[in-house]
Structures are given as structure tokens and as C-alpha cells.
């Protein structure tokens, strides 16, 4: 048995002054372990004199204090079982019960903050992942490119046929939107195809009518336009009657601006010189 | 099943048809509406510029107004930089590059190409160039490159879109120096 094994066993003891006999062997024959023996021995007794002040009666105060609110738990009833009456435990709960409760929170408070903290810095950022991305309005898309279409037309039927296109499409979406959408929205739509209709279509149909071309052409050039109107007019008044009273009002003035329209148009159309 | 029980089945099935054919807004419906709704100011702005452009008869007039439109759409799309709303910047982005490649540039360039050099309209068209290849770089550097949204694959295309967008311009106009019988001043 080397010098360090002693050692180790001796500071291991429950008491250095009562070596086991294996160890006195050594110790009889190892002056150093005999003084390491001793020194242990004489820790040991400095400690167990040490002054160990009395906490009993806070704890007590301080348990009372909290049971004056309410019934409090004083204890947790611990239910027989073989570990625990085996006495494998002894030692742990021996090693608790000298543990001052204080530290213990203080230690588990600190423990948690600590945890919280890093987790807090470390925490899972929002991601936006990679879904399918959401619907888009096919409307904003057809308006993108009528805009576009404007942009590239250089003569009045050009601009007469994509106007009406786009009054076209306005229609559409009130009329179809007339159940579900409401007054603000129906009213913007009706004011949009009112503004498409005599801003736009009327308003090409008269430079249509300034050029200097045939009636046969120039009925040609209208009549699309014509055929539309008419159509936006009898759905819108077809709509009317059972709409929702928010959609009515804006269906009524949608068949009116198509009606005002189509009377221009075909005045246009039918005249034989210019209007 | 006795007969009672089969009443009940039936009124409750009968009713909940009932109820879901009164319902306005089916799911599609209900989408569309929402969408109705988010977009109205913008579609009533687009319908202003595009009927402001037929009465628009030369090549620069029909640019000036098209960047109008360009302006309009880049305003919807740092408000969805903003939102940090992917989607929308990704929509907005491609609704800017069809006006910008299909109406503002081949405009620009014909005003370009026709306008005699040492006119008032040329500088015009010089100083629209200028802004609008500046303006459309900073729109780009707007789009983040990273962090959640800048990451995604859309976001990318986007950003690299309109980076790549002042090229559709063109060369920048000459400076057509001093107009003839400047130098006898």
C-alpha cells in the first residue's frame, strides 16, 4: 500500500484517530503518514468544536409567520418503501437535512435565472420559411397591365379597346364581388367604371369619331366597345333587384354609367358625319 | 337507428346546408374580398395613372406618367419592406418591373432616341433618367439581403430584379454639350 492510498483512506475516515488496521500496518512503519494521520485527526476535532449557531427558532418564527395567512404544508408525508427503509438514502437525507434552505433557494433561483437568460439570448427566432407564397389579386395584375398596354398605344381605338377592356373588368369584380364585399368596396368599384367608362371609353370613342374615317369603320371600332356596355348593363340589371342594399346602390350606378355609355357610343356610331 | 334519431340527423343536416348557402363569403370568396380590400387604394391610384395616360400623346409625357405610376407601386412596396410581409414585396416588386419594363423604359427611350438633343425636353429626359436609375438602386438596397425575410428564395429575386432594372434604361443620354451658336456668345 503506497503512501497516497493511506492518505486517501485516512482523509476518507469518519474519524482519523481510529485508523482501520490494514492502515496501522503502514502507519507503524511510515513516520510522514503518521504525522499526515495526526494532523487529520486533530482538523477533525477542531471542527466538531467549531460553534454551530442555532437556527431552529427562526426557521420556527419564520414558518409560523408564513402559516398565519392559511393551512400550510409543514411537512411532506413520505410513503414507506423498500429503498427508502433499506436505508440507502440515509446519507443523502443525513447530507439535506444539514443543507441551510436559504443557500439551497438561493442557489436554485440564481440556477434558473441563469438558465432563462441564456435561453432568452439563444431563443428561436421567427423564420419566415419557404411556403407557397399567398394568392395574389388577379385584378391588380390586369390593371398593371392595361396601364401597360395604355402606355404602348399610341391611337384612339387602341386606347378605346383597352379602356373598354378595363371597364370590362371593373364590372366583373362588382358584380361578382356583390355578395360578399361591401359598401366601400362596392362604392369605389362603381366609381371606378363610372370614371372608365366616361373618362375613358366615351372620351376615345369622340377622338375615334374626330379621325377622319369611314361609318362602316368606324362602327367596326365602336362596336366592341358597344357590345360590352350592353352586356355590363343587363348583368348589373340583372343583379340589382337581389342584391344586398350595400351592392345595389353600386350595381344601380354601374348598369347607369354602362346605359350613359352605350347612348354615346352608339350616337357616335350612328352618326353619318362627325358628331 | 329508430326513426327519431334519423329526423334529428336529417333537420340538422338539412339546416347546416341551410346555413352554409347563406353564408356570403365562401373561402375563395372571402380571399378575394380581403384582397379587394387591401389593394382599393391602389387600384383606384393605378386607374387615375392609366387614364391619365390616354391623354398623353408624346413619348415623354407617357415616361412621366408611367413614373408616376413606378412611384406609386414603389411606396406599396417599401410599405411591405416594412410589414416584413414577403409575399407582398415579391407582388409588388413584379407588378413595379411589368410598368417599368413595359411602360416607363421603352417610353423614356423613345423620348430619348426622338428629342432633339439641345432642346428643353432633352435635359428633361436626362434629368428622368438620372433620377429614375438612382431611384431604382435605392429601391433594391431598400429590400433587406438578410435576416428572416431578406433570406427567402423571393425576397432574392426581388432584390435582384430591380437591381438589374436600370439597365432596361438604356445608356444615359449624351450631354449634347453646347447648343450650335452657343460658342459665338
Redesign the interface.
Given at each position: 500500500m503506497t503512501c497516497d492510498v493511506v492518505r486517501t483512506r485516512l482523509l476518507a475516515l469518519p474519524d482519523a484517530a481510529r485508523p482501520t488496521d490494514d492502515l496501522l500496518t503502514h502507519l507503524a512503519a511510515c513516520a510522514a503518514c503518521r504525522a499526515v494521520q495526526a494532523e487529520a485527526a486533530r482538523l477533525d476535532a477542531v471542527l466538531a468544536a467549531l460553534p454551530v449557531p442555532s437556527s431552529e427558532a427562526r426557521k420556527n418564527t419564520f414558518l409560523d409567520s408564513l402559516a398565519a395567512d392559511g393551512p400550510v404544508i409543514r411537512s411532506i408525508p413520505v410513503l414507506p418503501s423498500t429503498l427508502a427503509g433499506s436505508g440507502a438514502f440515509r446519507p443523502v437525507g443525513s447530507w439535506l437535512k444539514r443543507l441551510d434552505l436559504r443557500w439551497v433557494g438561493g442557489v436554485a433561483a440564481a440556477a434558473a435565472l441563469t438558465v432563462g437568460g441564456v435561453w432568452y439570448a439563444n431563443r428561436p427566432?421567427?423564420?419566415?420559411q419557404?411556403v407557397a407564397?399567398?394568392?395574389?389579386?388577379e385584378?391588380?395584375?390586369k390593371?398593371?397591365?392595361?396601364?401597360?398596354a395604355?402606355?404602348?398605344a399610341r391611337t384612339a381605338p387602341a386606347?378605346l379597346t383597352t379602356?373598354t377592356r378595363?371597364s370590362d373588368d371593373i364590372q366583373a369584380?362588382a358584380c361578382s364581388?356583390s355578395?360578399?364585399?361591401?359598401q366601400?368596396?362596392m362604392n369605389?368599384l362603381a366609381?371606378?367604371y363610372e370614371?372608365?367608362v366616361a373618362?375613358?371609353v366615351e372620351?376615345?370613342a369622340k377622338q375615334v369619331a374626330e379621325q377622319p374615317m369611314t361609318v362602316d369603320d368606324r362602327q367596326k371600332v365602336l362596336r366592341d366597345a358597344i357590345a360590352k356596355l350592353t352586356a355590363a348593363e343587363t348583368e348589373a340589371r340583372r343583379l340589382e333587384p337581389d342584391a344586398?342594399t350595400d351592392a345595389r346602390t353600386a350595381l344601380k350606378r354601374i348598369a347607369d354609367a354602362a346605359t350613359a355609355g352605350r347612348k354615346t357610343l352608339t350616337l357616335i356610331a350612328e352618326a353619318r358625319g362627325a358628331p | 337507428m329508430n326513426a327519431r334519431t334519423l329526423t334529428v340527423l336529417l333537420a340538422g343536416g338539412l339546416l347546416a346546408a341551410w346555413a352554409a348557402a347563406q353564408h356570403p363569403t365562401g373561402g375563395l370568396a372571402h380571399e378575394r374580398l380581403e384582397l379587394l380590400k387591401a389593394n382599393r387604394p391602389l387600384l383606384e391610384d393605378l386607374l387615375g395613372h392609366g387614364l391619365s395616360l390616354g391623354d398623353k400623346n408624346s413619348a415623354l409625357d407617357r415616361a412621366r406618367e408611367s413614373r408616376e405610376t413606378t412611384n406609386r407601386l414603389a411606396r406599396e412596396l417599401r410599405s411591405a419592406v416594412y410589414a416584413e410581409d414577403a409575399d407582398r414585396i415579391a407582388e409588388m416588386t413584379d407588378l413595379y418591373n411589368r410598368v417599368w419594363k413595359e411602360a416607363f423604359a421603352p417610353n423614356l427611350c423613345e423620348a430619348r432616341d426622338t428629342i432633339p438633343p439641345h432642346s428643353e425636353a432633352y435635359k428633361q429626359v436626362r434629368e428622368m433618367h438620372r433620377r429614375a436609375a438612382k431611384d431604382v438602386a435605392d429601391l433594391a438596397a431598400g429590400i433587406p439581403a438578410g435576416g428572416p425575410v431578406g433570406t427567402l428564395a423571393r425576397v432574392k429575386t426581388a432584390r435582384t430584379q430591380l437591381e438589374a432594372a436600370a439597365a432596361d434604361l438604356g445608356p444615359e443620354p449624351a450631354d449634347p454639350g453646347p447648343a450650335p451658336g452657343d460658342d459665338a456668345k
Open positions: 427566432k421567427p423564420v419566415q419557404e407564397a399567398k394568392p395574389r389579386q385584378l391588380l395584375k390593371y398593371t397591365d392595361h396601364h401597360n395604355l402606355a404602348k386606347r379602356y378595363w369584380e364581388m355578395n360578399a364585399a361591401g366601400v368596396e369605389s366609381t371606378q370614371r372608365m373618362d375613358g372620351k376615345q344586398r | -
